[in-house]
């Protein structure tokens, strides 16, 4: 059975920082790119970032609104996935999920698993 | 960037109803497109994928065609657990992108 299974939310001030760990199980975690999508409360999806495989160099990809602050990782000897997000805005203020790409192709990077999201808060 | 509009942004249904839903691409997606399912207080599930295949598990009563930069979402006969929020999601190119969502609520 696939799982994915963040941790490391929490409420944070701004200018801060927070790193959330996914750890995954259940399936060839090293053969699958892995995104981050958040959601802020009361809001839609959000895509924030993707690692690709160790196939495809572990490149990265990032939105806007992120790129610069937040850093995806990934490491496959323990089957985890990162987000290290530095420079925290109340505007980050959402729920995290940890995703799974289904495949390489772009006609198959639909997220075929979901984490069940941690809360990152930021406030003073 | 490739923005998605979803319409309607809400939608008041009946159990049995025939429901469809819209998604605009502002430019060609290739059929790059998804349709993601979410409860409250749930992570949003795979529906359907590239425009029409239906992901494994999912009932076949959900349906997804369309190109180019129209697509649709159709339930066949709205049952009791479908009602929920609908995100379509574009493929296509960096940065990935959501449409904004469509409520079904019970009428």
């Known amino acids: 059975e696939v799982q994915l299974v963040e941790s490391g939310g929490g409420v944070v001030q701004p200018g801060g920082s927070l790193r959330l760990s996914c750890a995954a199980s259940?399936?060839?975690?090293?053969?699958?790119?892995m995104d981050w999508v958040r959601q802020a409360p009361g809001k839609g999806l959000d895509w924030i970032g993707r690692i690709r495989n160790k196939a495809n160099k572990y490149t990265t990809e990032y939105a806007a609104s992120v790129k610069g602050r937040f850093t995806v990782s990934r490491d496959d000897s323990v089957n985890s996935l990162y987000l290290q997000m530095n420079s925290l805005k109340i505007e980050d203020t959402a729920v995290y999920y940890c995703?799974?790409?289904?495949?390489?192709?772009?006609?198959?990077?639909?997220?075929?698993?979901w984490g069940q999201g941690t809360l990152v808060t930021v406030s003073s | 960037d490739i923005q998605l509009t979803q319409s309607p942004s809400f939608l008041s249904a009946s159990v049995g109803d025939r429901v469809t839903i819209t998604c605009r691409a502002s430019q060609g997606i290739n059929n790059y497109l998804a349709w993601y399912q979410q409860k409250v207080d749930k992570a949003p599930k795979l529906l359907i994928y590239?425009?029409?295949s239906l992901q494994s598990g999912v009932p076949s009563r959900f349906s997804g065609s369309g190109s180019g930069t129209e697509f649709t979402l159709t339930i066949s006969c709205l049952q009791p657990e479908d009602f929920a929020v609908y995100y379509c999601q574009q493929l296509n190119s960096y940065p990935l992108t959501f449409g904004g969502g469509t409520k079904v609520e019970l009428k």
């Open positions: 995703v799974r790409v289904y495949g390489s192709d772009w006609s198959t990077h639909y997220f075929d698993y």
């Open positions: 259940g399936f060839t975690f090293s053969d699958h790119y």
């Open positions: 590239t425009a029409s």
